[in-house]
């Protein structure tokens, strides 16, 4: 449905997007993943027409991107990382404007958006601009949804929103994906990947790993362990310098470590001692997503400031 | 086309709630023509003047006596000597010393040449030059009636100017300033208002979600302009009618010629917003910069000062400038009653300058950010 083939994107001199490829199956959700400045609104402003690509090319649903914009905008539905719709007009209004400016009109789709309507007519009449958080979420979905679009982007919908409203909304997305709608999705919460069928991890402008949740947690082929006890800060200095070290990290109040395979907790532990550090212990830990994603962040940034030392 | 109609009703709903706009678009036409009208009053009254005669005839106190009589002038006293009058000058008791020499009469009986020495504060040269033409008006009928009752005789006969002000015919200044003052008001409407609703979208973001949908480049824009189009041709209308029921104005020639021109002038003004807002992020922004360009418009367009005063290059300047146009066709056809062949050369200027603004200001809107 949606089709990256080594797209680039710079702002002058930043790097927006490095030549990348990625695709999104129809009927897919699909989840971008990363922290801010990974790339993530670039991706979804090329796809959404918004910019232009400086190489490649981007193909949604076999159309152009580029050259045939104007049929892309009919069958997508965008809804950007801030509120864009008018907050000097009601609920309703919103609604009928967007659904009027597709030649569209709400009781045509109003089954597309009936879920998350019915929770916002109590406040169709009130300005958008007065709405709470969570509502203006659900408005700005609808709104993307209106002119019934074969696929929804979704610029990290959930940032800023309280913790009730997020689940809520990704219930919907999942209800959506359902009905067959394709879906791209970007969060900086990692705990979100999960709920997508595939992710892609970016940072720096480009995919770390795409795969599925599962794929992503199983293709983490090091070893994790746990460090508890001990003052976190000088432990976290010390295994930063140790030299099996892969990545280290805080998490949860614990200081988690990646190296390995051969490297075993007594190892560790002796290492610790050598640099005075008493009272930790070292215990072998699972990895779930979160440990993978720190990881590849870790090892991403450390192979990119090789570089810069080589060329510094 | 099919999503403009939607457009407009948008716009004109949110322009209904705007509460910043509401006020301006229907307050400022009032406050505008019923204010500034009797506020930018050139006119001169109450002129202090202060005398020194050092003839003490029955002539020189004839003259002060017209002065005295002169609703143009507030005699405030007489003074000995050049030295005290310039010191009231100083002081800023009075703005003009009129001094009349010795041997005023025994001159004027003998006619002979005499010669009034006149001193005036200069800081407003524009107060000056009336106060100098109001005294030399005063002293011309003086002699005009010296001469008419033989005082002066021995035959020589002297020549005077009969003059007659056209299409004006009191000099009314209200006459020459309230049709300026509607094109400030159609200027207003069309430059800050537009450039200001534009870059809203910008500013809320709004923008983003409306170039994802199927309008287009030229639908947006019309839909932008076209409300405050419509808007400023009722303040127009609206102006006018204040300007025959309070001011009785005179409109001599045609009303609709006048309304077609601005159709046409408000596209070149609102063009100018179109390119203010692309230039702009924040309705601050642009309003300040509509601030500067309006300024320049109107210190410019002859509103205030006769273009003709202006350096030669000043006035190749206001050649450019599409205020300096309205005003006159305004002036023209309301006072003058020109017809369309009279000011065809402004139409076709004015023509010229929509098609232009129109095509540069659209070109520089970029729907796609790229």
């Given at each position: 449905?949606?089709?990256f083939?080594?797209?680039s994107?710079h ?9 990348t ?13 990363g922290?801010?400045g990974?790339?993530k609104?670039?991706?979804m402003r090329?796809?959404?027409t ?12 076999g ?7 104007k049929?892309v ?7 950007p990382?801030?509120?864009a719709?008018?907050t ?5 209004e ?14 045509e789709n109003?089954?597309l958006i ?13 300005r958008a ?9 659900k ?19 959930t940032?800023?929103v309280d ?13 959506l994906k ?9 969060t900086p ?13 970016m ?6 790993r ?6 992503v ?9 746990a460090?508890e006890?001990g003052?976190?800060?000088a432990?976290?200095k010390?295994?930063r310098r140790y030299?099996a070290?892969?990545?280290v ?21 002796e ?12 215990v072998?830990?699972t990895p ?11 090892s991403h940034?450390?192979?990119?400031h090789?570089?810069?030392d080589?060329?510094? | 086309?099919?999503?403009l109609?939607?457009?407009l ?11 910043a ?7 400022m036409?009032f406050v ?8 930018a ?7 202090r003047i ?5 003839d003490r ?21 007489m ?7 310039l ?24 006619n002979h040449?005499?010669?009034?020495a ?48 056209w299409?004006?015919s ?9 049709p300026?003052l ?15 609703n534009?870059?809203?979208e ?10 994802v949908?199927p ?5 947006f ?9 419509i808007?400023?041709?009722l ?10 029921l309070?001011y009785s104005?005179p409109i ?8 077609l ?8 003004i ?15 922004q642009a309003?300040?910069v ?8 109107l ?9 003709e ?5 000043a ?11 309205f005003?006159?066709?305004?002036r023209?056809v309301?006072?003058?009653?020109s017809?369309?062949?009279?000011v ?11 098609i232009?603004?129109t ?12």
């Amino acid at each position: 449905m949606i089709v990256f083939s080594n797209v680039s994107k710079h702002y002058n001199d930043v790097v927006g997007l490095n030549t990348t490829s990625f695709q999104v199956e129809t009927g897919e959700l699909f989840g971008l993943i990363g922290p801010d400045g990974a790339g993530k609104s670039t991706v979804m402003r090329l796809l959404a027409t918004l910019l232009l690509p400086d190489t490649g090319s981007i193909t949604f649903n076999g159309i152009n991107v580029v050259t045939d914009y104007k049929s892309v905008r009919k069958s997508i539905g965008y809804m950007p990382g801030s509120f864009a719709l008018y907050t000097d007009l009601t609920v309703k209004e919103n609604l009928e404007f967007f659904a009027s400016v597709f030649s569209s009109s709400v009781e045509e789709n109003y089954h597309l958006i009936k879920d998350i309507y019915d929770q916002l007519a109590p406040f169709r009449h009130r300005r958008a601009g007065a709405l709470s958080g969570g509502m203006k979420q659900k408005l700005a979905l609808s709104c993307a949804l209106i002119h019934s679009p074969l696929a929804l982007i979704l610029d990290e919908p959930t940032t800023g929103v309280d913790a009730v409203s997020r689940v809520e909304f990704w219930n919907m997305l999942r209800r959506l994906k359902d009905t067959g709608m394709t879906i791209l999705v970007s969060t900086p919460y990692l705990e979100e990947a999960s709920l997508c069928d595939r992710v892609g991890l970016m940072n720096n402008g480009t995919f770390m790993r795409i795969g599925t949740p599962d794929e992503v947690v199983k293709a983490y082929n090091k070893t994790l362990w746990a460090i508890e006890g001990g003052y976190s800060h000088a432990v976290l200095k010390a295994l930063r310098r140790y030299e099996a070290v892969h990545a280290v990290y805080v998490y949860r109040d614990k200081v988690m470590m990646s190296t390995e395979a051969n490297i075993s907790a007594e190892d560790i532990m002796e290492y610790l001692k050598s640099k005075e550090i008493e009272g930790a212990s070292v215990v072998r830990a699972t990895p779930d997503f979160e440990d993978c994603f720190m990881d590849l962040m870790q090892s991403h940034t450390s192979v990119k400031h090789d570089r810069t030392d080589k060329h510094g | 086309m099919k999503a403009l109609p939607h457009l407009l009703k948008k716009e004109f709903r949110q322009i209904r709630r705007n509460k910043a706009m509401l006020p301006i678009i229907f307050i400022m036409p009032f406050v505008q023509l019923l204010i500034l009208v009797n506020a930018a009053d050139f006119e001169i009254r109450n002129i202090r003047i202060a005398f020194e005669d050092a003839d003490r005839s029955k002539a020189s106190q004839q003259l002060i006596a017209r002065f005295t009589s002169s609703p143009y002038f507030n005699v405030l006293g007489m003074v000995n000597s050049a030295t005290e009058g310039l010191s009231l000058l100083d002081r800023d008791k009075v703005t003009v010393v009129l001094r009349i020499p010795n041997g005023f009469e025994r001159q004027l009986q003998s006619n002979h040449h005499t010669t009034l020495a006149l001193d005036i504060n200069g800081i407003d040269g524009q107060a000056a030059g009336l106060s100098r033409a109001y005294v030399g008006s005063i002293v011309r009928e003086f002699q005009a009636s010296i001469t008419s009752r033989g005082q002066v005789g021995r035959g020589q006969a002297s020549s005077g100017i009969d003059e007659r002000y056209w299409y004006n015919s009191d000099l009314e200044y209200r006459n020459m300033m309230l049709p300026g003052l509607l094109v400030l008001l159609v200027t207003m409407v069309g430059l800050f208002l537009t450039s200001m609703n534009i870059v809203r979208e910008i500013e809320m973001g709004t923008i983003e979600q409306i170039n994802v949908t199927p309008i287009r480049k030229y639908e947006f824009i019309i839909g932008k302009l076209l409300p405050f189009w419509i808007i400023g041709l009722l303040e127009l209308a609206l102006g006018l009618t204040i300007g025959v029921l309070v001011y009785s104005i005179p409109i001599v020639g045609s009303v609709w010629l006048l309304f077609l021109f601005a159709m046409l002038y408000l596209p070149v003004i609102m063009g100018m917003g179109l390119i203010v807002s692309s230039i702009t992020k924040t309705q601050q922004q642009a309003m300040f910069v509509s601030w500067f360009l309006m300024v320049i418009f109107l210190l410019m367009s002859g509103l205030f000062t006769p273009i003709e005063n202006m350096p030669q290059w000043a006035q190749s300047i206001t050649l450019f400038n599409p205020t300096a146009y309205f005003i006159k066709v305004v002036r023209l056809v309301l006072l003058k009653g020109s017809s369309l062949m009279d000011v065809a050369h402004e139409f076709g200027v004015i023509t010229l300058f929509s098609i232009v603004m129109t095509t540069i200001a659209v070109l520089a809107y970029r729907k796609r950010v790229a």
